[in-house]
């Protein structure tokens, strides 16, 4: 990304914040979650935190893996 675009979208994403949130009732066995709850994951991204992302961390979205 060219330097005048890198600087558009921190100006258009400032303050910018991402979240999802799963409260489940089941054991959590694994995820990417940012945080943890007891068994609520909780992702929260920046423009920051996106910015620092692999391509494959992009690709993977949220993840989670339960025991029922």
Request: proline letters at 4%.
């Given at each position: 990304?060219?330097p005048?675009m890198?600087?558009?979208?921190?100006?258009?994403?400032?303050?910018?914040?991402?979240?999802?949130?799963?409260?489940t009732?089941f054991?959590?066995l694994?995820?990417?979650?940012?945080?943890?709850?007891?068994k609520?994951?909780?992702?929260?991204?920046?423009l920051e935190?996106?910015?620092?992302?692999?391509?494959?961390?992009?690709?993977?979205?949220?993840?989670?893996?339960?025991?029922?």
């Amino acid at each position: 990304m060219d330097p005048a675009m890198k600087k558009q979208m921190e100006e258009a994403f400032q303050g910018l914040r991402v979240a999802w949130k799963i409260e489940t009732p089941f054991t959590v066995l694994e995820s990417n979650a940012t945080r943890r709850e007891g068994k609520t994951l909780i992702w929260e991204y920046t423009l920051e935190t996106f910015e620092k992302m692999t391509p494959q961390q992009r690709a993977e979205g949220i993840r989670a893996k339960f025991k029922m």
